[in-house]
Nanobody, 127 residues
């Protein structure tokens, strides 16, 4: 079983950059597809980005495409989310999660298809 812990959140100004980290424990991490989601107060959890276990494929939501970059280092059991040109609407609690592995390319944006979640890290962007 993989366990996840996010870090790197904080309060920044619009236009700034921030890099989130997701530290994983467990032998299954290197063969797991990992996603980043976010949830703002009063809103549903929203897909942000995902990376395949061998890092050869990534997907992004339209709202962050071109501004965020997901990456991973399996040797360190880490997944990262580099966020640039942050906007006020990026304010949310950000979570990393492990995909169930079933039909990832068709279900990567659905929170229900992720089995394990971290506790989240808060990102606040002031306009």
């Amino acid at each position: 079983q993989v366990q996840l812990e996010e870090s790197g959140g904080g309060a920044v100004q619009a236009g700034d950059s921030l890099k989130l980290s997701c530290a994983a424990s467990g032998r299954a991490f290197s063969t797991s597809n990992i996603g980043w989601f976010r949830q703002a107060p009063g809103k549903e959890r929203e897909f942000v980005a995902t990376v395949r276990w061998i890092a050869d494929r990534t997907y992004y939501s339209d709202s962050v495409k071109g501004r965020f970059t997901i990456s991973r280092d399996n040797a360190k059991n880490m997944v990262y989310l580099q966020m640039s040109n942050l906007k006020h609407e990026d304010t949310a609690n950000y979570y990393c999660a492990v995909h169930s592995g079933r039909f990832w390319s068709d279900t990567y944006s659905s929170p229900e298809d992720y089995d394990v979640w971290g506790q989240g890290t808060q990102v606040t962007v002031s306009s």
